[in-house]
């Protein structure tokens, strides 16, 4: 086990145990942790995002490595800007172009998703913030068109046909499989939830007792929700404790145990001081 | 009676805090000593390794990596044992990630699975073709022409140059596909935009949280079976005979939830008492 591990460890049960403290009370450790916390997945995102998206994809297929000398006065003009950013951003646009495979003529259609990217950008500035909204409105629309066919199909179409089940060889009764009574407690169910989100008319007489079938229904899918929220939180539960009782052995420098110790102590002064300054 | 009605509803004003320690206790104490409890298959984990079971040797699965540091005890231990089972059944595995830091759950996890258990080659078993921002977008674009999302893989090979690329132009050319997804991007993506459209069987993976929402998927066929948190990891690690890291988790995890009920019984009554009394006076 190398220093960097041991150490990596001991930030990990700092940053775990800060948070958990929350269960005591807000304090300076969960707040320590809960801004690294942001502030790494940010950075980390933005990261990643540009290394594997903006840089190899986007400048990669604007500005690839030529094949031979650059000729003729646009494709000269074209990378002399690329030069330029490269003089301000070696580590981005390194010397001769970016070599990432997608061919050596550049794709001057990836201008536009340039210019609209740098248009949501645009939209720190108050005079030319109007620009953003281009950007956006793309977004928006290739988002919706992307959807709408997808949703159609799969939440519509293949729910519907996932429903229109035939009755013929299915036992009527099954406690966790396909049966008869099983599809007719969904068929109720999709119908009256269905219809107790219908607000054209009153929910009473007959009506009223339907939706109120629904509205059993959902709460039973929601009692089920908030089972498996449970279920979920307990398994990320055990998760860390797993991983602050690996770190709490010898290998690590018992890091757990030694955190542990000093939060508890660092928090009891920090309550008793804080108690100290509400009575004066 | 009336001594211990006041208890009851004292006790269900307790401070929030010591059922925090009871839970941290409960969860602890399994995890140094061990119970054993029996872990039974459900059908839907009996489903996703049927599913596996029917592909054979030299078969392609698409397995992505949809989840990071957060939701790892859930989703990590599912995705250790379908590569395990993969593996096992010499099926070629290809992997992409949708979220960031799944690119390095899929290294970890492949690490630990293809080359240190089953000395598995790189290029010529699986490949890791890494992480692309773009949600559904890189999902559409695999669908259409992978070359087109990917150029090179997570290592910086171009694809053309790995030997088990050979052939492999989009999603429709691989028997199976596996999302291991704990939010957006993910399984619902999946379905939408690769295995409906294309057909190709498909199984999941996913955070307890998520099952609700991703079932409808599951009952209608549009995916074949779902490992739903750790207790789906632990019956699929039961169903490939490998005990992991699910397995280890789950007596902790029982516990805790026969505890969660019986708080949930507790404050009920304690409710219900406490109301009684403020009606009668």
């Known amino acids: ?280 | 009676m009336d001594k211990f009605l006041d208890w009851i509803v004292r006790a269900g004003s307790l401070d929030r805090r010591y059922i925090f320690l009871v839970i941290a206790l409960v969860v602890v104490l399994p995890l140094f000593f061990p119970i054993g409890l029996p872990i039974r298959p459900t059908n839907s984990s009996q489903d996703v390794y049927n599913a596996v079971e029917k592909l054979e040797a030299g078969d392609k699965a698409l397995v992505s990596f949809e989840y990071g540091p957060s939701t790892k005890p859930e989703i990590h231990p599912m995705a250790v044992a379908l590569l395990r089972h993969l593996f096992e059944k010499d099926v070629k595995v290809y992997i992409t990630c949708l979220w960031p830091d799944g690119q390095f759950m899929a290294m970890e996890a492949l690490e630990l699975v293809a080359e240190r258990q089953y000395n598995k080659v790189y290029g010529e078993d699986y490949v890791l073709l890494g992480y692309r921002p773009g949600a559904e977008a890189v999902i559409k674009g695999l669908v259409s022409n992978i070359r087109k999302v990917f150029t090179v893989d997570s290592q910086g090979n171009f694809l053309d140059d790995i030997p088990m690329m050979v052939g492999v132009n989009q999603v429709a050319d691989f028997d199976y596909l596996f999302s291991a997804s704990a939010g957006y991007p993910g399984t619902v993506e999946w379905v939408q935009y690769a295995a409906d459209p294309t057909g190709v069987t498909m199984s999941t993976g996913t955070t307890s949280i998520q099952v609700n929402e991703v079932m409808p998927y599951v009952q209608s066929g549009q995916i074949v079976g779902i490992l739903g948190g750790m207790p789906g990891a632990a019956e699929y690690e039961s169903l490939i005979g490998q005990a992991g890291i699910g397995t280890s988790g789950m007596d902790a995890q029982s516990v805790a939830h026969l505890v969660i009920v019986g708080f949930i019984i507790f404050g009920n009554i304690s409710f219900f008492v406490e109301r009684r009394r403020s009606k009668k006076y």
Request: charged share 10%.
């Open chain 1, 1 to 280: 086990m190398n220093g960097s591990e041991i150490f990596g460890a001991w930030i990990a049960v700092f940053l775990t145990l800060g948070i958990f403290s929350y269960l005591y009370k807000d304090n300076p450790f969960y707040k320590i942790s809960e801004h690294v916390f942001v502030g790494v997945s940010a950075g980390y995102w933005m990261a990643m995002a540009f290394w594997t998206q903006v840089q190899p994809n986007l400048f990669g297929r604007l500005w690839p490595t030529p094949e031979g000398e650059i000729s003729g006065f646009l494709m000269r003009a074209w990378y002399g800007i690329y030069d330029f950013f490269g003089f301000i951003l070696p580590s981005v646009f390194p010397d001769g172009g970016i070599d990432k495979g997608h061919g050596h003529d550049p794709h001057f259609m990836y201008i536009l998703p340039f210019a609209l990217g740098i248009m949501m950008l645009l939209s720190v500035s108050s005079k030319l913030s109007w620009l953003a909204r281009l950007g956006i409105a793309y977004t928006v629309g290739m988002a919706a068109g992307l959807r709408a066919y997808a949703f159609l199909n799969s939440n519509v179409l293949g729910q519907i046909k996932g429903s229109a089940v035939s009755f013929v060889d299915m036992p009527f009764f099954s406690l966790t499989g396909v049966s008869v009574f099983n599809n007719l407690i969904i068929l109720v169910g999709t119908i009256t939830g269905l219809l107790y989100f219908y607000f054209s008319k009153e929910h009473s007489g007959t009506f009223g007792k339907v939706t109120r079938v629904g509205i059993y229904f959902l709460m039973i899918s929601f009692g089920a929700s908030f089972g498996f929220a449970v279920m979920g939180r307990i398994s990320l539960l055990i998760g860390r404790f797993t991983d602050l009782i690996t770190y709490g052995g010898p290998t690590y420098s018992y890091a757990s145990i030694w955190l542990i110790l000093l939060m508890i102590v660092l928090l009891a002064v920090w309550t008793f001081k804080g108690d100290k300054k509400v009575a004066s």
